[in-house]
């Protein structure tokens, strides 16, 4: 199958005069060219990478992340490529307003499980989405959950060997779960729902472990971290932690001192790499237009936080704030 390219819709309203805000007609898919992906000679001279958005059940705002991290790149110039891991609630076409039927990640993995998988190939496979004025290029995830069985995991390392060949960013969005438990159900090789995650996480050089901060949100964080260091990873992979939906009504004063103090004492030497505000208006008005931030709220301080995120890991700006009291609530739920 030809990649498509998504063209927005204009915005304008409706011709039954409908003002309500709802989200326009779907975009109409144009066939273009197999997109362009790196010469050999580009893939040695320009540095790639490859990040893992990955974290706890529970929402913690994985999607959410992965999609706007992925056009933050891409509005920087860097050639980006997404990729939907996730086999138990694929969403990142659906947040960028993409409502193709098709299911990317599935097409190549039957190239890969042909040996026929190479950049080009996932390039054919991938959609181009015009997102903010720059160019995004998508595997779309599993249309439904129970296809999970078609992305077995020598077929999604084959893809990923590929796309981390192709685009100088991979941006993959991973499901919570890193059990490898059904393969004891069987007594040969048999797919696994949780090996796309586990292959994600294997092929990144940077994982970002996403939790939310609040005392629900915490110790699912710190508990999911401790399975993490028992996951396959590449070798020198970087693992960054994300405190998303930060705010004082779930965390009390000084939201972000008050979570990594608590991240301090239970996580280790773990430090934290970025902390994301929680704005339900922003995110809400993304939602209902088919947007991302950068479309629907370019100046909030969550696009912000993402696009500071998208570049060098570094301190954050604040640095080591004085430590406050910590609220018995976050203390409690996070032991």
Request: with cysteine; proline share 6%.
């Amino acid at each position: 199958m030809s990649s498509g390219e998504w063209i927005p819709a204009s915005g304008e309203d409706d011709d039954d005069g409908d003002r309500s805000g709802a989200r326009s007609a779907a975009p109409v898919a144009v066939p273009v060219p197999p997109a362009d992906v790196l010469t050999d000679s580009e893939a040695g001279a320009r540095p790639t990478r490859t990040t893992a958005v990955w974290g706890p059940a529970g929402s913690p705002g994985r999607t959410t992340v992965a999609v706007n991290l992925s056009v933050e790149l891409a509005l920087a110039g860097r050639r980006t490529l997404l990729v939907d891991l996730d086999t138990y609630a694929a969403s990142a076409g659906v947040l960028l307003g993409l409502l193709d039927e098709s299911a990317g990640i599935a097409q190549a993995c039957r190239l890969a499980d042909q040996g026929e998988i190479s950049a080009e190939g996932v390039g054919r496979c991938a959609l181009r989405a015009r997102v903010a004025g720059a160019t995004l290029q998508v595997l779309t995830g599993l249309t439904r959950s129970d296809r999970w069985p078609e992305l077995r995991r020598s077929a999604l390392d084959a893809v990923l060997t590929a796309a981390a060949e192709g685009w100088e960013e991979v941006v993959i969005d991973c499901g919570f779960s890193l059990e490898q438990d059904e393969e004891l159900s069987f007594d040969i090789p048999a797919p696994q729902r949780n090996a796309a995650t586990l292959a994600g996480l294997a092929a990144a050089d940077r994982i970002l472990a996403v939790g939310a901060g609040d005392p629900v949100g915490l110790p699912r964080l710190v508990r999911a971290l401790d399975e993490l260091d028992q996951a396959e990873t590449a070798a020198g992979a970087v693992v960054e932690i994300v405190v998303n939906q930060v705010r004082a009504e779930a965390s009390g004063v000084a939201p972000r001192s008050q979570v990594r103090s608590v991240l301090e004492h239970f996580a280790g030497d773990r430090t934290v790499s970025a902390f994301l505000p929680w704005d339900r208006k922003a995110l809400d008005r993304a939602l209902l237009g088919g947007q991302v931030l950068a479309e629907a709220a370019p100046k909030s301080a969550l696009r912000r936080a993402l696009s500071a995120l998208a570049g060098t890991p570094q301190e954050p700006a604040e640095g080591r704030a004085r430590r406050l009291p910590v609220p018995r609530r976050l203390l409690g739920a996070a032991r």
